[in-house]
């Protein structure tokens, strides 16, 4: 589990066979085999590091589920550790699971902002609502607008210098994964809905029904 809040942004150095070696420095500190990084938001696990980089084994699925087939030797990835029982939560909760890949379609200053409109398929833009969160490359951020075609995420200097958004353009590829609490509710409504699980005396959810959504 993740916070959506990036520690650091890293290079990639080499990319092929199904190996990934990025290079980096803050989440290298306490660093151990099977640890859990979060690359561009997609959750991998450390299979080898040294001084200054790791790698992570990529399965074909995430290749074709994600923006990594677009990688190459240096190209920046936001980077962070798997969250811990002493953390603060300054983003929201993220799993690390990769939806689905949203583009850049524009980015537009409005004052000291930059206002990021993002093109994504009804299956991802169905989760997504305003003022709602959202994480996009790993970025926790929230929604300024919806509509049926797209998103717009409002961006503070801060977020563009810390993250890879600074290298980013119209036409980029995105990581996105929607509010997994938005997907548990859907699934828990939908049983609901269609009888799966009986409902309690009071109309409320019931211990069946979180434990059928995973909780």
């Known amino acids: 589990m993740f916070t959506g809040i990036v520690e650091e942004v890293g290079r990639v150095q080499s990319i092929g066979s199904g190996v990934l070696q990025i290079g980096a420095c803050e989440v290298l500190k306490d660093v151990r085999l099977g640890d859990s990084i979060a690359v561009n938001g997609i959750c991998l696990t450390v299979t080898g590091f040294d001084r200054s980089s790791f790698r992570a084994d990529v399965m074909p699925e995430t290749i074709r589920r994600t923006s990594l087939a677009e990688l190459k030797s240096g190209s920046p990835v936001n980077l962070e550790r798997a969250l811990t029982l002493s953390s603060r939560l300054g983003g929201h909760i993220v799993s690390g699971h990769i939806d689905g890949m949203g583009r850049i379609v524009s980015l537009r200053e409005e004052k000291n902002a930059i206002l990021m409109k993002i093109a994504a398929g009804r299956e991802l833009l169905r989760y997504i609502v305003p003022k709602g969160s959202v994480a996009l490359d790993g970025i926790s951020l929230t929604v300024a607008e919806v509509t049926d075609r797209d998103f717009t995420v409002s961006l503070i200097p801060h977020t563009r210098q810390a993250t ?33 699980a009986a409902a309690s005396p009071g109309g409320g959810i019931t211990m069946e029904q979180l434990r059928q959504g995973g909780f």
Do not use: F
Request: net charge negative.
């Open 164 to 196: 890879n958004l600074c290298s980013k353009a119209a036409g980029s590829p995105i990581n996105i994964e929607n509010d997994v609490i938005g997907k548990y509710v859907e699934k828990l409504l939908a049983a609901k809905e269609h009888g799966e």
